[in-house]
């Protein structure tokens, strides 16, 4: 019998309408098990460890990540993979920065939650639930008994994703992930068809986990007009080590002088600017155009195909492990966890 440990931290999934309030308020695991009968008929060994108070997930944190990390880390013999309750709007974010903290993960570690609250009718937080579950203790039947999804992932509306190239894109849609760079990994219908030759290969290197974490960075997001006091007041912050810099199509920003020198002192001061795009599909390519060279120049770091929580979470992953500037940025642009596909220069 497969053993699971269920961790549950909050969100949707945990919620039930109170009368009094007219309003959704979190409930404990307990209440979440008893509208979910079904566990007890999967023929799996689960243990829950529940966080009191739940979190919102408007309110995780890195600090949340690290104690996630931690509950892995002390318990990782004794179970043979996690799920982690989640909720949905920060989900992408806590898969990306767990994908990244577990090096060498040989567990499947799987991310749920849901839309609708557990106790409506209509839930999808029981398909969700008992869904992953049922991921989280698959193995192959080769003789091996290695788990068939060596990684962090998020299970949603019958698709199974890579944690670190989610996306939640749709708040009303019980299909509310995608992962526009990269295919699903399985899809549950009658059975769950796993896609292998896009799942990472199990490790032979025993778990490895990080625990630090660098939260000094910031984000600029072009868009046409942007003034310069308001990217000077962006760049400006204390002793700031990193920038997630949004740029429009294949990484291209405008041209104007002061752009180009606000870009070049913050780098000279320091930091690390990582150019990612705000189309959802696509990839950066410093150099292709004219209007990007000028950041090759000036030391921007490609961030390719990353999503944004990709790219958020390692940042402060990379910035956290003492590295030079130089190995930085080297291991910004190398695929860690299957987070980017890298691509030549133009």
């Not at 991310?111 to 937080?125: E, M, N, V, W, Y």
Request: hydrophobic share 40%.
């Amino acid at each position: 019998m497969s053993k699971i440990l269920i961790i549950y931290t909050g969100g949707t999934v945990g919620m039930i309408y109170d009368d009094k309030t007219k309003a959704l308020r979190p409930i404990g695991f307990n209440e979440i098990r008893n509208n979910l009968p079904e566990l007890y008929r999967m023929g799996i060994d689960f243990y829950v460890y529940a966080f009191n108070p739940p979190i919102d997930s408007s309110d995780m944190q890195p600090e949340i990540w690290v104690e996630l990390a931690s509950i892995i880390e002390d318990r990782y013999d004794r179970y043979d993979g996690f799920v982690i309750l989640h909720g949905s709007d920060t989900m992408a974010f806590t898969a990306s920065a767990l994908s990244f903290m577990l090096e060498n993960l040989s567990k499947p570690v799987i991310l749920t939650g849901s839309q609708l609250p557990i106790g409506k009718i209509r839930t999808d937080a029981k398909e969700n639930i008992i869904t992953a579950m049922e991921i989280a203790c698959s193995r192959h039947n080769n003789g091996s008994q290695a788990s068939m999804v060596p990684e962090v992932c998020i299970y949603f509306d019958f698709s199974l994703f890579r944690g670190n190239r989610s996306k939640k894109y749709n708040a009303e849609k019980f299909e509310a992930f995608y992962t526009m760079n990269y295919p699903q990994l399985a899809e549950a219908g009658i059975d769950i068809k796993y896609k292998q030759q896009f799942i990472l290969p199990t490790p032979s290197a025993p778990l490895k986990v990080h625990k630090e974490l660098e939260t000094n960075i910031t984000v600029l997001k072009l868009f046409p007009g942007i003034t310069r006091s308001a990217v000077e007041a962006i760049l400006s912050v204390p002793g700031l080590k990193g920038v997630i810099m949004e740029t429009f199509g294949s990484g291209n920003t405008n041209t104007q002088p002061w752009f180009i020198e606000s870009i070049k002192k913050v780098i000279d001061n320091g930091a690390i600017v990582v150019d990612i795009t705000q189309c959802d599909g696509g990839s950066v390519e410093l150099g292709k155009y004219e209007t990007s060279q000028h950041l090759v120049e000036a030391g921007v770091v490609s961030g390719h195909d990353m999503t944004f929580e990709a790219a958020v979470t390692k940042l402060m992953f990379v910035l956290g492990q003492g590295l030079t500037k130089a190995e930085c940025k080297k291991m910004i642009e190398t695929s860690l966890r299957g987070e980017l596909t890298p691509i030549e220069v133009y």
